[in-house]
């Protein structure tokens, strides 16, 4: 079974930057779909940016299209969230997540999740 592990996160000022890690064991990706969501408090969880693992399309939310990248590395069966020119209404708690096939933003097409990390950003 799949265990993902995040790493990263934390507290930063508006117009800083955060790189978010999720690394995979007990699966090697290889056709899935890595994605991040998050969900600030009293907010319904939303969709962040999701990579597909064999051919390394992409796809972003609006709201963070050419501000936050996502990119994989093979050798290391990691995923990861740059995170630039951050405002303070992305501060939530991100999670990554293994889907299947083809590239989703519907948290319910996930079906791994990592532990989830808090990013907080202060004006």
């Known amino acids: 079974q799949a265990q993902l592990v995040q790493s990263g996160g934390g507290l930063v000022q508006a117009g800083g930057s955060l790189r978010l890690s999720c690394a995979a064991s007990?699966?090697?990706?290889?056709?899935?779909?890595v994605g991040w969501f998050r969900q600030a408090p009293g907010m319904v969880r939303e969709f962040v940016a999701a990579?597909?693992?064999?051919?390394?399309?992409?796809d972003y939310a609006d709201s963070v299209k050419g501000r936050f990248t996502i990119s994989r590395d093979n050798a290391k069966n990691t995923v990861y969230l740059q995170m630039n020119s951050l405002k303070p209404e992305y501060t939530a708690i991100y999670s990554c997540?293994?889907?299947?096939?083809?590239?989703?933003?519907?948290?319910?097409?996930?079906?791994?999740w990592g532990q989830g990390t808090q990013v907080t950003v202060s004006p």
């Open positions: 007990g699966r090697t990706l290889t056709t899935d779909v």
């Open positions: 990579v597909s693992w064999t051919y390394g399309r992409t």
């Open positions: 997540a293994i889907s299947y096939g083809e590239i989703t933003s519907r948290d319910v097409d996930y079906h791994y």
